[in-house]
């Protein structure tokens, strides 16, 4: 029982982290993507 009770609150745990740090970089990089792709792939350009 004290298994399990340990394990969800572990998962439980690791998800409000998780949340809590998307939301700090989410607000630090102004709700754009943190590493922009430099230049388009090869398997992108193929088709133009």
């Known amino acids: 029982m004290i298994a399990e009770l340990l394990a969800s609150f572990a998962i439980a745990a690791v998800t409000v982290a998780w949340t809590f740090l998307a939301t700090v970089r989410w607000a630090r990089f102004g709700n754009d993507q943190p590493n922009p792709p ?11």
């Open 38 to 48: 430099r230049h388009t792939p090869s398997w992108a350009r193929r088709n133009r």
